[in-house]
């Protein structure tokens, strides 16, 4: 069936620094990959989000990359601050109906 | 705008008794909604797929007696956990997918613990 792999679990970085995470997904269907930060006891919040016809894009301090010839998306967060701190999870969809998500990675920023 | 809300937020049952969680798009119109359920520490577990105006889609492995799914509105789907056990005891969290077909807004979750 459908999955999607996300890499690291737990990622721990100092403030300022770049934060990485990886995603790779199985259904070449895909055409729509959010990601969601969700902070302890709290919903999760779609913080950005892209389409398969682009291959980039940036919103402020967070970019997500596609590649969809190896079914890769990446969520790059730039001068980390310690309100990052949260379990971030990437998703894949097909034309809006299932949404497969990802085991989650929690992002520690130490300050 | 795209706000879900969720009632309640937390309760504490007993076991066999039924428990009603109630998720609702507050400004827009959402013909389909989801059901997740979320252990600590883990991703989220798609439980069912909510229509509006037809039978839910289950997940393999979820038992659609146990875990009945009515969306009578275009804003408003219900979960009841029928018969609840302490395995029960969980994170639920629902989510209306938005107009354009593609975003999903979470509610803010439900903590149910059956005693």
């Known amino acids: 069936g459908e999955n999607v792999e996300q890499h690291p679990s737990t990622l721990s970085v100092q403030e300022g620094d770049s934060a990485v995470i990886k995603c790779t997904y199985s259904d070449s269907a895909s055409n729509y990959f959010p990601w969601y930060k969700q902070e302890l006891g709290k919903r999760p919040q779609l913080i950005i989000d892209i389409r398969s016809n682009v291959g980039e894009k940036k919103d402020q301090r967070i970019a997500v990359t596609l590649n969809k010839t190896a079914k890769h998306f990446s969520l790059h967060i730039t001068e980390t601050q310690p309100e990052d701190s949260a379990v971030y999870f990437c998703?894949?969809?097909?034309?809006?109906?299932?949404?497969?998500f990802g085991a989650g990675t929690r992002l520690f920023v130490k300050a | 705008g795209a706000v879900v809300s969720q009632h309640p937020s937390w309760v504490i049952c007993k076991s066999g008794t039924s428990v009603k969680i109630e998720c609702r798009s507050l400004?827009?119109?959402?013909?389909?909604m989801f059901w997740y359920r979320q252990f600590p520490k883990q991703s989220l577990m798609l439980m069912a797929t909510?229509?509006?105006?037809?039978?839910?889609?289950?997940e393999q492995g979820v038992e659609k007696d146990k875990f009945l799914i009515n969306h009578a509105s275009l804003t408003l789907s219900t979960l009841t956990v029928t018969s609840a056990h302490p395995e029960d005891s969980s994170f639920y969290i629902c989510?209306?997918?938005?107009?354009?077909?593609?975003?999903?807004?979470f509610g803010p979750g439900t903590r149910l613990t059956v005693l």
């Open positions: 400004d827009f119109q959402a013909t389909t």
């Open positions: 909510s229509n509006e105006g037809s039978k839910a889609t289950y």
């Open positions: 989510s209306a997918r938005s107009p354009d077909g593609d975003t999903q807004y």
């Open positions: 998703a894949a969809s097909t034309g809006g109906f299932k949404t497969i």
